[in-house]
């Protein structure tokens, strides 16, 4: 046994290693990664075994049985028990083990610039400041790795068939992921995260676009002269107008797959790649 399942043992809350799953497949084609590389469909096996606990050698993995439905039921039941119920606000729209999704409305908020480039024409961003803004509305897209951040340009709950936009916050990279830098990642995808990770996206200091930034929105001029714009004139509505859609050809973000994305990239289409 490893020593990460030795030190979950003796970690896990008064819990005891008792079984151990072991999947058998054929062969992956040559250059495939172990995990996350192109899809491999062939046969499979999955056994179940008993974990026997010595003393000195530490734990043994037993004989097995094939695993059937029924043992995955079991041990289903037995996960949900484990896994505390949560009540979700009407902002959320998927909560899973593994990705939460929510929309967060149209509002004006502080935000957070310190320039390192400050071209002449700059008004309210000539210094470092906080200045209150108008932001449109978003979806943020929580998985183990990554929060995705887009805009909406309708400021309604959106559904499976809502188009997705590039979110004009300078944090964020062109392919819809919060640049993280130092900013402290919250630990859990449960519900209760949901403010640490908007204090990450809206609360940290915005220093200049990403790569390839300003040409997520359309009209003169890039991010920086919009946002000094809507500062200066204290604005209280964002021209949702200039937003663009999430462009052709985009692999889609925040998903562990190599297929290309069909413009326009919807809510459902996200959640059905982030998911596979």
């Not at 819990?15 to 495939?32: K, S």
């Not at 992921?177 to 900013?183: A, K, P, Q, S, V």
């Not at 519900?191 to 359309?218: C, K, M, Y």
Request: proline residues 9%; charged residues 20%.
């Amino acid at each position: 046994m490893s020593k990460h399942s030795t030190q979950f043992e003796a970690t896990a809350g008064g819990m005891v290693l008792t079984n151990a799953i072991l999947l058998y497949r054929t062969e992956a084609p040559r250059g495939a990664a172990a995990y996350g590389g192109p899809k491999h469909d062939g046969p499979a096996f999955a056994s179940l075994h008993r974990v026997e606990h010595d003393d000195e050698a530490g734990p043994r993995i037993a004989a097995g049985t094939p695993l059937t439905r029924a043992h995955l039921r079991q041990w289903s039941e037995a996960l949900d028990r484990a896994a505390s119920p949560e009540l979700l606000p009407p902002n959320v729209l998927v909560a899973h083990q593994d990705l939460l999704t929510w929309w967060v409305p149209a509002q004006v908020r502080p935000a957070y610039f310190d320039l390192s480039t400050r071209p002449a024409y700059l008004k309210a961003l000539a210094a470092r400041t906080v200045v209150p803004v108008p932001y449109p509305a978003h979806l943020l897209v929580a998985t183990r790795r990554t929060l995705g951040v887009f805009a909406l340009r309708d400021n309604e709950r959106p559904t499976a068939d809502t188009t997705l936009f590039h979110s004009p916050i300078l944090n964020v990279y062109a392919d819809a992921t919060l640049c993280w830098g130092t900013i402290p990642k919250p630990g859990s995808l449960t519900v209760s995260a949901i403010p640490q990770f908007e204090r990450a996206l809206f609360e940290s200091w915005s220093t200049h676009p990403n790569h390839g930034q300003d040409q997520t929105i359309s009209g003169k001029g890039g991010l920086i002269a919009l946002w000094d714009d809507l500062a200066a004139r204290r604005a209280t509505r964002f021209p949702v107008r200039r937003l663009k859609a999430f462009g052709t050809n985009r692999r889609p973000p925040v998903a562990p797959s190599n297929r290309k994305a069909v413009a326009p990239l919807t809510l459902g289409r996200l959640i059905e790649s982030t998911t596979r």
